[in-house]
């Protein structure tokens, strides 16, 4: 079945650090991907998404490319702040209902 | 649009008890998901539903578990009779599927501890 792995955490950076979170996916088809991010205390919020080969989402300074020949979806962000710290999910959407990978916590340390 | 809403947002409640977490989905939207979410498993997935049907409930743990869409903005998981380890933060999520699937926007959860 569909699957999604992203990078074991957690993850600890200084600010304006650049940041890497690794994701890759299985699937049959041609699913469209996301990552969500989760606050503390707070449900899941969408933060950017591809909905095929070679999309780039982005979204508050956060980007993602869709690597069908890699099958890989990495976040990336050129400049980390403390208000990034949260927990990142990857998430795949085919035929199935939203499959997340286990998330990645960041911590961002002034 | 408020967004999906989840109540209540905390609940405890003794082993044995019976629990009702609510749902009300984003206005238009026809899919409705609950997942699970521990520090040990993740987000699990327990059910799905499409047009008010369930298509998939092979995430729903057991027989003590049931959820249900009494109409097309509204749905409940019930746990009866609920256990300690069925301590977890819940939450609903939905969207629209039509000819592409489509992002789920999530509820804030219902955090669930039972004694």
């Known amino acids: 079945g569909d699957s999604v792995t992203q990078m074991e955490g957690p993850v600890t950076l200084s600010e304006e650090a650049f940041l890497t979170i690794n994701c890759t996916y299985t699937a049959t088809g041609y699913p469209s991907l996301f990552w969500y991010v989760q606050y503390p205390g707070e449900g899941l919020q969408l933060l950017l998404k591809a909905t095929k080969a070679d999309d780039k989402g982005s979204n508050k300074g956060f980007e993602a490319t869709y690597r069908k020949e890699t099958t890989s979806f990495h976040l990336e962000k050129g400049s980390v702040q403390v208000s990034d710290s949260a927990v990142y999910f990857c998430?795949?959407?085919?035929?199935?209902?939203?499959?997340f990978g286990k998330g990645t916590r960041l911590s961002v340390i002034a | 649009d408020a967004g999906v809403i989840q109540s209540p947002r905390h609940e405890v409640t003794e082993m044995g008890q019976e629990v009702t977490l609510r749902c009300k989905l984003i206005s238009g939207h026809n899919s409705l998901f609950w997942y699970r979410q521990t520090m040990m498993r993740g987000l699990e997935l327990l059910i799905y539903f499409n047009n008010n049907v369930p298509i998939d409930d092979s995430g729903m743990p057991e027989d003590r578990f049931s959820a249900k869409m009494p109409n097309a903005s509204f749905s409940t998981l019930k746990i009866q009779p609920s256990e300690p380890r069925d301590s977890a933060v819940y939450f609903c999520a939905s969207s629209f599927d039509g000819q592409m699937t489509t992002e789920a926007f999530f509820g804030q959860g219902t955090r669930l501890t039972v004694v």
């Open positions: 998430a795949l959407r085919g035929n199935t209902p939203l499959v």
